[in-house]
């Protein structure tokens, strides 16, 4: 058996590629500061507006962004001290 590893590389480029684009897309659309998620512009964490879950469909013109509440069941938010 013979693997085309050029082609593999091709097809895992392109599925990084719409990846990261789906990462940034719902970091920029993202206006709060969560985990690792840091924005200058939006320091604070926003429960209120932003305890969501990010999902991601493909568009006409790129990534369409829909949420998702998050169901809490354990444990609640709480601020991070570093």
Not at 25 to 52: I, N, T, V, Y
Not at 68 to 80: A, D, S
Request: charged share 30%; aromatic share 10%.
């Amino acid at each position: 058996m013979i693997f085309n590893t050029e082609l593999i590389g091709v097809l895992e480029l392109r599925n990084m590629l719409d990846f990261s684009e789906v990462i940034v897309a719902g970091a920029l659309a993202r206006e709060e500061s969560r985990g690792a998620h840091f924005r200058c512009d939006f320091p604070q964490r926003d429960d209120d507006k932003w305890l969501m879950h990010t999902l991601a469909y493909p568009g006409e013109s790129g990534c369409v962004l829909k949420y998702k509440p998050v169901t809490i069941t354990r444990y609640e938010p709480e601020k991070r001290v570093y």
